[in-house]
């Protein structure tokens, strides 16, 4: 049985985490990221403050947040970054298989990039691709969450929301970022479900086609909408092609915290 730490275990990708992970028969410590608050010690996971002394044994610890420097300082097992603001020169996780030998510490990609990663292996012919990235709040965890409802509800009661928490206005808002290259960011206020809407045309020669969708990956009938993708560890595609296969819009949703990270880290960790 893998016996491994959850730092952050109060946030959102750390519920998700700890619930996911011990129903794969993993031995789970729960921590904070400093001292306990009433609220972790009162929850329905007990919560632990982290020290050194609750690291011997552990094998791995994952980060959903920044632990106090001295917790981790003679930790010798693995360490797995899923903080957004991870430590960028440490290597990215495997696009696919398991842990690689000889890696003491990976980080997470971003789910987006992951998503791109399996364009060759759902759609044949591609030349050249462009799109929009539909982007909830969820991206932002427990702050995202909390800060576009407490959004919504003060634009509700008719006041001007508070946007210390996010750093923009999200309620009934969709902000575009600065592009990057032929893809735009588009911030959406939705709580979870992220959709990547492509524009493909085919390479000299050859046509777009639809192929078998690799595992964690399913074809639609239609678009998903971003509450089908936030319920489900699946990625949702959709393909809706020119008649003569040469150009196509390409949908995939996705949510970034249950196939952005849950997936991959269990396979990471062949569980």
Known sequence: MLKLAVIGAGTLLGRELVDTLEARECS?????????????????????????????????????????????????????????????????????????????????????????????RLVGGIGEVAGTHLRSVAFLGDKGLDGLMEQTVKVLNGEDPDTEKLGYRAAFEVIPQVPRGRFVEVRVPAFHGDLLVLHLAAAPGAVLTQLEAPQGITWSAQPPSSREVAVTPELLAHLGLSDEGRTGVLTLGFDPILWGTLMPVLRLLEL
Do not use: Y
């Open 28 to 120: 789970v410590l729960p921590l904070s990221h400093g001292p306990t608050t009433v609220e972790e010690e009162l929850g329905d996971v007990v919560i632990f403050a982290p020290s050194p002394a609750l690291l011997e044994g552990i094998e791995l610890v994952i980060l959903a947040e920044t632990p106090l420097p001295e917790v981790l300082e003679g930790f010798r097992g693995r360490v797995l970054d899923l903080r957004p603001d991870a430590e960028p020169s440490l290597e990215p996780m495997p696009l696919q298989g398991a842990w690689p030998r000889g890696k003491l510490a990976l980080r997470n990609r971003p789910a987006v990039e992951q998503v791109l990663a399996t364009l060759p």
